[in-house]
């Protein structure tokens, strides 16, 4: 893209407002995967998926296929899963466990370090060949964070501690509601929706959607009894708990979190409080972190997105990983958290609620995935050019001792961050 073009891209954001090409033009998207997904950190995943020494998974990173093993050593890689001979991929199962890859076309072998250790008819090669230099080419940058494994294409830039920043709080409170420290996570559930990227991103941190979008799910559970207390979701916007500073935090570089603290963990739809109910979790988490941050560990409820491709769930207990197709097609892959030294029916109830909450035939993720697609098919009209995010743009920011700022929990000035992280990102040639 010349440079003529690129006040373009910057002027689609504008204010409290976002130009439909941002969702529906496919020149822009291109743009996207040069200019964001090929320059900052993507997260991978989570080291608790290989296990053991020799185990692998494979994946696919911006449509490239790549394979994430331990070695004997212990080392987790992250390698393109590429013969370097005439191309093909060496690694073909989604997980296994295996000291080496062997090309189906010619027989070139690797360990699972990503080593070129066979070459059949090696006589045929010339006689200056340097097995040595056609290993599997690992990606450029691969750093992890408490298992939480991240990789880059570019070679160059802010290091994943950087690129974190203040994030890591919030991760750190995720990886702390597990006794031993220490989180696993199960095999994932897979569906696609037909629509952009970013519709994700803004509906994860979205407090206002809920009631019309999941009405009938919450109309459902509103049948099991007063017991269960009132929906905040049924609050009204201009509700004074709603309209002051409260749960939505900006921590930059796209990175946004909603901590609801505990004010959910009664309500049918907002979180069902699971892990606060194991007397014998919530007995080991205290004598762990002392009684005050042992039951806020166990009752909290955030939602996390580290920008651009992960989002993560207390809660429901799980995480997602967005992988963007075209301008107009996102595939999610939803892997269920459990926590390494909780009893084992809070870990099968946890297990069961990620499953029900982000399947394509859960309870609540159908609902988002048709209000995307049905914004995909509006955002085809081209004589109404603005998307609006009117919603708390004038409301109060706060910004807290941590430099986080603070906004009013009914705001789209957290989808607007997003926006301005992505026009930040796109304006760098």
């Known amino acids: 893209m010349t440079t003529e073009t690129r006040p373009g891209l910057q002027d689609l954001v504008q204010g409290d407002r976002v130009h439909r090409r941002v969702y529906v033009d496919p020149q822009v998207f291109e743009e996207e995967i040069r200019r964001?997904?090929?320059?900052?950190?993507?997260?991978?995943?989570?080291?608790?998926?290989?296990?053991?020494?020799?185990?692998?998974?494979?994946?696919?990173?911006?449509?490239?296929?790549?394979?994430?093993?331990?070695?004997?050593?212990?080392?987790?890689?992250?390698?393109?899963?590429?013969?370097?001979?005439?191309?093909?991929?060496?690694?073909?199962?989604?997980?296994?466990?295996?000291?080496?890859?062997?090309?189906?076309?010619?027989g070139w072998t690797y360990t699972n370090a990503g080593d070129l250790i066979a070459v059949p008819s090696r006589e045929l090669c010339p006689a200056d060949f340097d097995p040595g230099s056609f290993g599997l080419l690992p990606l450029p940058r691969v750093e992890s964070y408490r298992g939480f494994v991240f990789a880059s294409f570019a070679a160059d830039g802010p290091t994943l501690e950087e690129h974190l920043g203040r994030v890591t709080v919030y991760l750190d409170r995720l990886i702390d509601r597990a006794p031993d420290g220490e989180v696993e996570v199960a095999k994932p559930v897979m569906y696609e929706y037909g629509g952009n990227w970013k519709f994700q991103l803004e509906n994860f941190v979205d407090n206002i959607h809920a009631r019309f979008t999941h009405e009938s799910a919450t109309h459902a559970r509103r049948t099991l009894g007063p017991s269960m207390g009132p929906r905040y979701a049924d609050a009204p916007i201009t509700d004074p708990a709603r309209t002051r500073p409260g749960n939505l935090r900006l921590l930059g570089r796209g990175h946004v979190v909603c901590d609801y603290g505990t004010e959910r963990t009664k309500i049918p739809f907002g979180g069902y409080g699971f892990s606060g109910r194991n007397a014998e979790y919530v007995r080991l988490l205290e004598g762990r972190h002392g009684p005050e941050r042992g039951r806020l560990l166990a009752d909290a409820?955030?939602?996390?997105?580290?920008?651009?491709?992960?989002?993560?769930?207390?809660?429901?207990?799980?995480?997602?990983?967005?992988?963007?197709?075209?301008v107009d097609r996102t595939i999610m892959q939803g892997y269920p958290i459990k926590l390494k030294g909780a009893p084992p029916e809070l870990n099968d109830e946890l297990v069961s609620a990620a499953s029900d909450h982000v399947s394509a035939a859960g309870a609540v993720q159908i609902d988002d995935m048709e209000a995307f697609s049905r914004c995909q098919e509006g955002l085809a009209i081209e004589s109404d050019e603005w998307v609006l995010f009117p919603y708390g743009f004038d409301g109060e920011r706060v910004v807290d001792e941590n430099g986080e700022v603070v906004l009013p929990q009914a705001s789209e000035l957290v989808q607007l961050a997003q926006h301005e992280a992505w026009r930040e990102f796109m304006a760098n040639e």
């Open 301 to 326: 409820d955030i939602h996390i997105v580290i920008y651009p491709n992960l989002l993560l769930h207390t809660q429901y207990s799980h995480y997602r990983v967005l992988k963007p197709v075209a």
């Open 36 to 106: 964001i997904f090929k320059r900052t950190w993507l997260f991978v995943g989570h080291d608790s998926e290989v296990p053991h020494p020799g185990d692998y998974k494979t994946d696919t990173l911006l449509g490239q296929p790549i394979v994430m093993t331990r070695d004997g050593n212990g080392a987790v890689h992250v390698l393109f899963n590429r013969c370097r001979h005439r191309g093909a991929k060496v690694c073909n199962q989604p997980y296994g466990n295996s000291s080496s890859f062997s090309c189906l076309y010619h």
